[in-house]
């Protein structure tokens, strides 16, 4: 009897212990959830915006290597992963349309991820220092960007989709600042304004093209 009431306690203490990582973390009710090395948003609509270090779930960022940001999510927030240095695994629903500043900077063990096929905005530096990533393509849909992928020292292809139904583009800073090992930045022949000549990124403006970037890790030096 005394053996079934200690493990009562003990179901009722991590189900207790579960509810108290769940609270509002963005418009219409979105949820977040962290169960042992996995962290889960949930709901519908966007995610707050954070300063640095003020997410609720920071007190277990340093144990989280799992990320899921589920269905009906529209935004993912300035700093929310920030510095999840153990984080090794994303998941990002289609239903995102904006990755927030500085949203994954640091996370420094994330090998590889898929970006949302309906993303219109990557903002500042959204996957600074993630120093693991080797390889990144960028959907179609998107209409700006500002330097997201600075400082990912292992990147070594990029790809850029295009699509001819987009009416405008903007970019911030170039793409792929201080990524010492790439090789070449590839863009889909449809892109609005963007071009890629022997992996070097141009930018059209009228009948004149504009060198954007040229890949720090690509050998040739004429070009």
């Keep these: ?51 640095y270090m003020e997410t609720p779930w920071y007190g277990y960022l340093g144990d989280i290597s799992a990320v899921v940001i589920q269905d009906g999510i529209t ?18 629903s289609d239903s995102i349309t904006e990755i927030g500043a500085w949203a994954f900077m640091g996370a420094e063990k994330l090998t590889g991820i898929v970006l949302p096929q309906y993303l219109r905005t990557l903002e500042q530096e959204a996957f600074l220092n993630c120093t ?4 990144i393509e960028l959907p179609g849909t998107l209409t700006f960007f500002d330097g997201p992928f600075a400082g990912c020292t292992s990147l070594k292809r990029a790809v850029i989709h295009g699509d001819p139904d987009i009416p405008s583009f903007m970019m911030g ?51």
């Excluded at 079934?4 to 977040?32: E, F, H, K, P």
């Excluded at 700093?79 to 999840?84: Q, W």
């Excluded at 693991?132 to 390889?135: I, M, N, P, V």
């Design 75 to 92: 935004r993912v927030g300035n700093n929310a992963f920030r510095e999840g240095v153990n984080i090794t695994t994303v998941m990002l």
């Design 132 to 135: 693991s990533l080797e390889a």
């Design 173 to 223: 800073s170039t793409p792929f600042r201080f990524c010492s090992s790439l090789e070449a930045i590839e863009v889909d022949e449809n892109h609005f304004c963007l071009l890629s000549i022997d992996g070097v990124l141009y930018q059209r403006s009228g009948e004149e093209l504009i060198l954007m970037q040229y890949p720090a890790g690509k050998q040739d030096t004429v070009y």
């Design 1 to 51: 009897m005394k053996r079934r009431i200690v493990s009562l306690l003990l179901a009722l203490c991590m189900i207790l212990s579960l509810a108290a990582n769940v609270s509002a973390v963005g418009a219409d009710q979105v949820t977040w959830t962290v169960n042992d090395v996995l962290l889960t948003i949930s709901g519908t609509g966007a995610m707050y915006d954070f300063e």
